[in-house]
């Protein structure tokens, strides 16, 4: 089994911080990917990161893979309540077909 | 297109019963899955399929069984509930490796 560890579980900020959220493995994947989940509903991508050491920017949220494809961040700038919502990581293994390794989430808190 | 639907969106059982949970998707993907995500926690895989009439069994199967008839439907069923299946239920679907695309999720209560 691989595992995908993610940190910190939670985090409570006020609006205008800055954050980074960790996603960590002792395995290689071939990409990794980015959801956020809001209350009640289903995950949604966010992002999908291929190369090692990639960096890929989505208005606020920059996202990092590591030069070893085993690692991943989610840095957020200047957080808004709108950020509020559970972020999941996901690691697509090397011959593991269209299967997806999800950590088990941060729980993010943005406070106006 | 409405994407991934899942029916129902909430239900409680009795230990011991069965029932059917639904998932269909309008997008022509050959890839659905099945996930159970406990309170607080990730996604874990329960099953899977590659296409209509192909299924494989993920990382926590136990106690489900599923079936893939068509490309658009891939139903999750639970034979003998236990309180140990009260969890959210998502499923999803996808084109190729890649994004994958969830449903609203079903709630499950077992009591």
Known sequence: ?112 | NAGVTQTPKFRILKIGQSMTLQCTQDMNHNYMYWYRQDPGMGLKLIYYSVGAGITDKGEVPNGYNVSRSTTEDFPLRLELAAPSQTSVYFCASSYTVGTQYFGPGTRLLVL
């Open chain 1, 1 to 112: 089994t691989q595992l995908l560890e993610q940190s910190p579980q939670f985090l409570s900020i006020q609006e205008g911080e800055n954050l980074t959220v960790y996603c960590n493995s002792s395995s290689v994947f071939s990409s990794l990917q980015w959801y956020r989940q809001e209350p009640g509903e289903g995950p949604v991508l966010l992002v999908t990161v291929v190369t090692g050491g990639e960096v890929k920017k989505l208005k606020r949220l920059t996202f990092q893979f590591g030069d070893a494809r085993k690692d991943s961040s989610l840095h957020i700038t200047a957080a808004q309540p709108g950020d509020t919502g559970l972020y999941l990581c996901a690691g697509a293994p090397y011959n593991a077909g269209n299967m997806l390794t999800f950590g088990g989430g941060t729980r993010l808190m943005v406070k106006p």
